[in-house]
């Protein structure tokens, strides 16, 4: 599997809006709705935000929000903040019980 | 609450393998399939494999097949990963982390452990 498209960088102000993007094939992101996105500061173990394209875990904020639509998974968060500035990755299942990540982006809040 | 403790960081020489160990606790172990997750220095996030505890049965993306085995023990709650021959692109943080559902590896990794640094050095 090769990892899902994501941009190798964003950057916002504070109380803006971003959405990164994860692309992937008919394979992984366009066959199955096991999408899931992790936040990552760095020295920290990643952290499970969204999960089944559209699902917080408990404690996750409700300023992110997961879509999907064909091949192009979607991570937005709203209002940003100042803790918001990590890396992201996204996941898709790729059938068989396998798995591939996107390469991350880098959030910058300036 | 759920926990997941992996063994210490590691130097090995090239050619040479290393085995991480992933403690498990405060949920049924043969329940949930447990990942492996490695990143390396300026890398993203890689998949490595996933093992069901129960049964012991893993899955490897092509580039691990012929390198990785991964094991679990019930009686300890614990997952192992053995890697050989190891080269300087496997310096890495290795993490072990928990699927959040049980039964079923849909690669929601819901608790993971605080990570295992290697290094392959000469």
């Known amino acids: 599997q090769s990892a899902l498209a994501q941009p190798r960088s964003v950057s916002k102000s504070p109380g803006q809006s971003v959405t990164i993007s994860c692309t992937g094939t008919?394979?992984?992101?366009?066959?199955?709705?096991?999408i899931s996105w992790y936040q990552h500061h760095p020295g920290k173990a990643p952290k499970l935000i969204i999960y089944?394209?559209?699902h917080r875990p408990s404690g996750v904020p409700d300023r992110f929000s997961g879509s999907k639509s064909g091949n192009t998974a979607s991570l937005t968060i709203s209002g940003l903040q100042a803790e918001d500035e990590a890396d992201y990755y996204c996941?898709?299942?790729?059938?068989?019980?396998?798995?591939?990540f996107g390469g991350g982006t880098r959030l910058t809040v300036l | 609450q759920v926990q997941l403790v992996q063994s210490g960081t590691q130097v090995k020489k090239p050619g040479a393998s290393f085995k991480v160990s992933c403690k498990t606790s405060?949920?049924?172990?043969?329940?949930?399939?447990v990942h492996w997750v490695r990143q390396a220095p300026g890398q993203g996030l890689e998949w490595m494999g996933v093992?069901?505890?129960?049964?012991?049965?893993?899955t490897y993306p092509r580039k691990f097949q012929e390198r990785v085995v991964m094991t679990a023990d019930k009686s300890t709650t614990s997952v192992y990963m053995e890697v050989s021959r190891l080269t300087s692109d496997d310096t890495a943080v290795y993490y072990c982390?928990?699927?959040?559902?049980?039964?079923?590896?849909?690669?929601?990794?819901?608790?993971w452990g605080q990570g295992t640094l290697v290094t392959v050095s000469p």
């Open positions: 982390a928990r699927d959040l559902y049980s039964g079923w590896a849909r690669h929601y990794l819901d608790s």
């Open positions: 405060g949920y049924i172990f043969p329940y949930h399939f």
């Open positions: 093992i069901n505890p129960d049964d012991g049965s893993t």
């Open positions: 008919t394979s992984d992101v366009g066959a199955y709705t096991y």
């Open positions: 089944d394209v559209t």
């Open positions: 996941c898709s299942y790729a059938g068989r019980y396998l798995g591939v």
